[in-house]
């Protein structure tokens, strides 16, 4: 996430944000939400991050303004495809968009497995009881209603064994990162993996986007290999990229293109 400044400008930029979706870090337990700040002015909502909370230059706005004509429509056609928000993967799971009444059983499921997520995952030492969880909902609607992506729950037989999310969507360059966790008594079922690659093809065939990211901790050998099953292709790797409960991590990335 950007850093939350504002500095003084000269009087020929253009301060930001005049109509915008501030990004704000959620406590728990993924990524970044966005909260809706509404007011007249331009430009768009969502745009990515960087044009939060920083004075822009005019000059510097206009192309990403010329740009951003051509993006309204991907918003629009997704809200037409996702109006049951909800994606079978299996015979007996599916993919959900959460709401506040899974609150409860999200929060059970990292319970369950807060020793193992949490040798990973930042979020799970951030998430202390259902009210955490109930923030991340909120935010999560507010994300999904803004075109800017997710977060579902994989359930198995009417039963939340997992979650996986399509990160805050960056429209200009047509790119994002997608996450997912799953319940260690349903692990090696293949859900993570077909849980992905719906996310995957949501991301290509109805948001149109050009690429898409996975991220995992080097350790993570489970995530690295469901990566490298769905086609991505491994791309480097970020030191000392994640603060997790006081220890930093190495992340390797892994990358698909939709002409992959």
């Not at 939400?33 to 331009?42: H, N, W």
């Not at 309204?72 to 809200?79: E, K, M, Q, V, Y």
């Not at 259902?130 to 075109?147: K, L, N, R």
Request: charged letters at 25%; glycine letters at 12%; aromatic letters at 8%.
């Amino acid at each position: 996430m950007e850093p939350d400044s504002n500095p003084e400008g000269p009087s020929d930029e253009l301060r930001y944000p005049s109509r915008a979706a501030r990004l704000v870090a959620s406590a728990s337990p993924a990524a970044p939400v966005f909260e809706m700040v509404d007011s007249v002015g331009t430009p768009p909502s969502w745009l990515p991050s960087i044009f939060m909370s920083f004075n822009i230059r005019q000059s510097c706005w206009r192309p990403y303004k010329e740009a951003s004509k051509s993006l309204i429509g991907l918003r629009a056609g997704f809200d037409e495809n996702v109006e049951m928000s909800r994606w079978p993967i299996a015979e007996d799971a599916e993919l959900r968009i959460l709401s506040h009444g899974d609150s409860g059983e999200v929060f059970e499921a990292i319970e369950r497995n807060r020793g193992r997520l949490g040798e990973y995952l930042p979020w799970v030492h951030l998430t202390h009881g259902v009210a955490d969880v109930e923030g991340f909902i909120a935010g999560s609607a507010a994300q999904h209603s803004s075109g800017m992506g997710f977060h579902a729950g994989i359930f198995l037989s009417g039963r939340l064994v997992g979650c996986a999310g399509i990160h805050p969507i960056d429209r200009l360059h047509r790119n994002v990162s997608i996450g997912y966790w799953i319940d260690a008594g349903v692990e090696g079922r293949g859900l993570v993996t077909k849980a992905a690659g719906e996310l995957v093809r949501i991301c290509f065939a109805d948001y149109g986007l050009h690429r898409v990211e996975i991220r995992c901790a080097v350790g993570n050998e489970r995530s690295r290999a469901i990566a490298l099953r769905l086609g991505f292709r491994e791309e480097g790797i970020l030191r000392g990229a994640q603060l997790v409960n006081g220890r930093w991590l190495d992340l390797r990335v892994f990358g698909r293109l939709a002409d992959d």
